[in-house]
């Protein structure tokens, strides 16, 4: 005669609300994998999903809903900003860090005007970048000292405010100066940025005009001096 126990259904366990879910967005796996590993061996901290450009981290926010996303500038299909600006305006709120090789000085004010609430180069990410994780999740903004004291100098009017050179390019100016310096050809630039060759040309007019300097050749020679001093970026 058959059993009247009714056999339990198998039910998917519901993620715990004490342990903090991160998506990575990197497009080297090993980083992503040592990365991980450092998150992992962390009480309170998981990794719900890893992407290795824009299109697909984008798709892992609206798909896994992370606490924290934790984003590299240098990504094969977009540009970090432009990615933090996506993320900010298809899901308002959502807390990023970046964690990248580029220069603190140069990319984490505009880093954190482009939505992030946290800066941390790759160099020292062992020792700070689970701090830096909790201090963003906390509510907080997490910073070098050094970074840290620069914006407090401005703030109090005790440091002047870099309004000449580099420092007066857009965001998107700047990617393009970028690409100058590594030798990218003006049809490549557009592909690459989705924009047409004309607007790639008024990016390289205006960073002429505010970098005064007065034709295409010393533009090259500036870019490429610029990226060289700063390590290839």
Known sequence: ?????????????????????????????????????????????????????????????????????????????????????????????????????????????????????GYVMKEVAADHLVTAVRRVLSGGIYVSDAMASRMLEQVTGQRARQTAGIDTLTDRELEVLEMIGKGVATKNIAAKLCISARTVEAHRAHIKEKLSITDGAALTRYAMQWIEQRGGL
Do not use: W
């Open 1 to 117: 005669m058959p059993s009247s126990r009714s056999k339990s259904t198998p039910q998917t366990q519901a993620p715990d609300p004490a342990v903090k879910r991160l998506l990575l967005i990197d497009d080297h796996p090993i980083m992503r994998h040592g990365l991980a590993q450092l998150i992992r061996s962390e009480p309170g901290l998981d990794v719900c999903a890893e992407a290795g450009n824009a299109r697909e981290g984008l798709e892992a926010v609206a798909r896994h809903a992370p606490d924290l996303v934790v984003i590299d500038l240098t990504l094969p299909d977009k540009n970090g900003l432009e990615l933090l600006k996506d993320i900010q305006a298809m899901h308002p709120g959502t807390l990023c860090l970046v964690l990248s090789m580029h220069d603190e000085e140069m990319y984490g004010e505009r880093a954190l005007r482009a939505g992030a609430r």
